[in-house]
């Protein structure tokens, strides 16, 4: 009898040891799950604030997201949702900080997002892409090129750059090679989902600066083979010689104005900077021949302001032009209109169209037999 009521005994202890247990779990679930809801409410505040264009406030609430946010250690473990939410929390707030030109700010939490290692690939590459862009905008920044374009969504800021900054920048810059850096992130973009049309065309944008012609040509031709009508959003001369080339129309106002703010790119055994693979040929043909040239020289003799020839070769005062979209009738009146200049004012000249192109030394050798020996 005294076995049975000491049996009970502990049997009731340890049924009311497992309720207490139950009930302190319940609460504790409950209270976390509370605290998930305020988090996630304080981020929809912030989202609200950053489409507001109230970046800074924004990051402050974003900030205090992730400050209730109840799980600081194995998230993943103990919340499904959670690598979404701190996902999104740190690409939201290196999103703004981007938007305020806070560069460094914004790879950091590009960063952050990317250390979240159950992020879903979507989510991984649109963080690759922000932390990419972002190193490049440095470069321009530096450079002095900063501008609204693929890489940057026009805003009013006051905020300012000290010169001391900005020095800080280019040291920076000759240790790490920011459009190396920026190559890096869009080549892990692309590896990541191959089908992401904007990750290629941003590696070869980045392989055409670092002069690596051949990956460039690779990266573009993964670009047209996604979507041919992809537009060229920085003005890349070799993306529309590839489309040329592979039979892609493209609008004659596009190339036109591409042509005139098209900056130089292609590198010669001169170091000059070029705007095409044929003016690349061009160059080193004159080098390999001791021929010296000015490139992109303005004719102040012309008519016009800034009339410019590709290149003149003052031992032979020649002036030699590359016409690569003589095929198009809106470019033959700006093509006729050059040669007239010419012809008025006397000055020897041969032009490369896009058909001489193919062969294009020998055409070289060809057209300027009347004023040198080759």
Known sequence: MVMYHIKRF??????????????????????????????????????RLAQLKQYQTAIEEYNKALEFYPYKGNE???????????????????????????????????????????????????????????????????????????????????????????EGFREEDRKK???????????????????????????????????????????????????????????????DEIKRDRGVQIKASEIMERSESAEPTFRTKTGHLVRTRAEVEIANFLFDNNLLFQYNTVATWADKDDFRASFYIPKLDLYIDHHPYDYLKEYQKVMKAKLKQYEKHKKKHVYITSEDEKNIEETIKLKMKPYAIL
Not at 16 to 44: C, L, N, V
Not at 181 to 202: G, P, V
């Open 177 to 239: 090679n920011f459009i190396g850096l920026a190559h890096d992130c869009f080549t892990k973009a692309a590896e990541t989902d191959r089908s992401h049309i904007e990750a290629w065309y941003n590696k070869g944008h980045m392989e055409v600066l670092m002069n690596k012609i051949k990956n460039a040509v690779q990266s573009f031709d993964n670009v047209v083979n996604l979507n041919k009508n992809y537009e060229n959003k920085e003005s890349i001369a070799l993306f």
């Open 76 to 166: 993943q473990d103990l919340f499904k949702n959670a690598a979404e939410f701190l996902f999104k929390c740190n690409y939201n707030m290196a999103a703004c900080y981007s938007y305020l030109d806070s560069f460094n700010e914004a790879i950091e939490h590009f960063d952050r997002a990317l250390q979240i290692e159950m992020a879903d690939d979507e989510n991984k590459v649109r963080a690759l892409m922000g932390k990419g862009s972002t190193y490049y905008r440095k470069k321009l920044f530096i450079e002095g090129r900063y501008r609204a374009g693929a890489y940057r969504i026009s805003m009013d800021t006051d905020w300012e750059v000290s010169d001391k900054m900005v």
């Open 10 to 47: 502990f049997e009731n202890q340890k049924k009311r040891f497992a309720e207490r247990k139950k009930e302190k779990e319940k609460a504790e679930s409950f209270r976390e799950t509370e605290e998930m809801r305020k988090a996630e409410e304080i981020k929809r505040e912030a989202d």
